[in-house]
């Protein structure tokens, strides 16, 4: 777990790669997607960890089974994934949030939300940030026709030789 942190490191040898643009953009939003699905992990494992230590969490869709909590009799894949979902939903603010049966739950959710705020505003940024440094370079081409079509107008050149440059 502690060597994740050199996964953050990706995004500098990215920039540091001998390819194409695209290719190089591509591996930055594949890098964001990355980060993102590791944050919702991690998310999904402190949740997890805190359900199966108390016990008493009744997902949303286990509601109307109360006394049988179908939840704590699947599988830990089972369980794992279903929380998976919940942190998902939880993090992008969903409504749908799972049910509380204690105040350090309803910490946790609380936490999740903020966090996700945050997590997602941060991801949107650099996705747009991305975008942006793609469209740059389509942007210069765009100016420098623009320029050299105002230089001819300029000069008064003739119609049919500004159509050819």
Not at 1 to 9: A, D, N, S, W
Not at 34 to 40: D, E, G, S
Not at 115 to 140: A, D, Y
Request: hydrophobic share 45%; charged share 20%; proline share 3%.
């Amino acid at each position: 777990m502690v060597k994740l942190g050199r996964l953050l490191r990706l995004g500098r040898m990215i920039s540091y790669l001998n390819v194409n643009k695209s290719l190089q953009f591509g591996a930055k939003i594949g890098e964001l997607l990355f980060l993102l699905v590791l944050c919702v992990h991690c998310i999904a494992c402190g949740w997890f960890a805190l359900v199966r230590y108390r016990e008493t969490w009744i997902p949303p869709k286990d509601v109307d089974y109360l006394g049988k909590e179908p939840f704590y009799t699947g599988t830990e894949t089972e369980q794992y994934t279903l929380v998976f979902l919940y942190a998902v939903l939880t993090l992008v603010g969903n409504d749908l949030l799972p049910t509380f049966s204690s105040s350090l739950e309803v910490m946790m959710a609380a936490l999740t939300i903020l966090m996700g705020c945050i997590i997602v505003g941060t991801v949107i940024g650099q996705f747009s940030l991305v975008l942006e440094e793609f469209n740059q370079k389509e942007r210069k081409k765009r100016e420098e026709q623009d320029m050299l079509q105002q230089v001819m107008r300029t000069l008064k050149v003739p119609e049919d030789i500004q159509h050819r440059v």
